[in-house]
């Protein structure tokens, strides 16, 4: 199972796969390998500056699907839902 906190998009605010959380750092791949899978991984400096943003306005997991569609489990209809974040 690969996170997306191995590809360089942690939750923001997740204790276990924030960029600083206690999960193995970018699930064991190295960073070279990260960046050639993922050329948009973070530096260094944005995880300092995300993070310390996150902590200051006092949020907790910032984890936000813009949409989301499913089959309604009761009446199997295919339903879809969509929202701005709030952070």
């Known amino acids: 199972l690969l996170s997306s906190q191995a590809l360089g998009h942690p939750i923001l605010g ?3 796969y ?3 959380g206690e999960a193995n ?3 064991g791949f190295s960073n070279t390998m990260i960046r050639s899978i993922s050329p948009t991984y973070a530096t260094m400096e944005l995880r300092d500056n995300v993070e310390k943003s996150v902590k200051e306005s006092g ?3 910032c984890l936000h699907a813009k949409e989301l569609s499913l089959n309604h489990p009761v009446t199997g209809e295919w339903v879809s839902f969509s929202a701005a974040p709030s952070f």
Request: proline share 17%; charged share 15%.
């Open 14 to 16: 997740d204790p276990a």
């Open 18 to 20: 924030g960029y600083y």
């Open 25 to 27: 750092p970018n699930g």
């Open 59 to 61: 949020r907790t997991m």
